[in-house]
């Protein structure tokens, strides 16, 4: 699983990489730093296999179920992947769905979404959303050449918090 994230990682660098030398902000591009790579697998059993293979070359694993399907939040503990990156965010595909399998998304992490903002708008050749997730996920989607970056002012780590936090704050209400 690790050589698959490393080869799908290097393709999707070329892609960005396209991306950063046609922008006219080079600047804000190469500034953004990967910090997770989002895998989508077929279905459960994908996952499951997926899961296995992965956990034990990592140190912390958060498995949750958002929007009817399981997600797993690993941190590698040795070594990294392609550009650095030691998360990997696993996803089950959703029932259901026909969306592609294999690298979803590399998340980049930024210092302000406003920044972001002011940045995109003035690219005029690419295609960006705002997206969230509930309260506690939001990002920037920038979508090219099949895939997706999503740029956050946060990592996955802290939506993991947040959302173990607002369990405890559950608990501790009832």
């Not at 997770?36 to 996952?47: I, Q, R």
């Amino acid at each position: 699983m690790i050589d698959e994230l490393n080869a799908a990682l290097q393709e999707y660098a070329e892609k960005w990489h396209k991306i950063a030398d046609n922008a006219q902000d080079k600047a804000f591009f190469n500034s953004l730093r990967p910090t997770a790579v989002g895998w989508k697998a077929e279905d459960l059993t994908d996952f499951i296999a997926r899961f296995d293979e992965l956990q034990a070359d990592c140190d912390q694993v958060h498995i949750g179920w958002v929007n009817d399907r399981w997600l797993a939040t690993m941190h590698l503990k040795d070594g990294t992947l392609y550009d650095g990156i030691t998360l990997i965010k696993l996803m089950q595909r959703r029932p259901e769905s026909s969306d592609a399998t294999g690298l979803d998304h590399v998340d980049f992490f930024l210092l302000a979404d406003d920044d972001a903002k002011a940045v995109l708008g003035t690219e005029p050749q690419l295609t960006w959303t705002e997206e969230k997730n509930g309260d506690i996920c939001k990002w920037i989607s920038l979508w090219f050449e099949g895939t997706e970056a999503k740029l956050r002012s946060d990592t996955v780590l802290q939506v993991v918090a947040d959302e173990m936090l607002d369990l405890q704050e559950q608990l501790i209400a009832r």
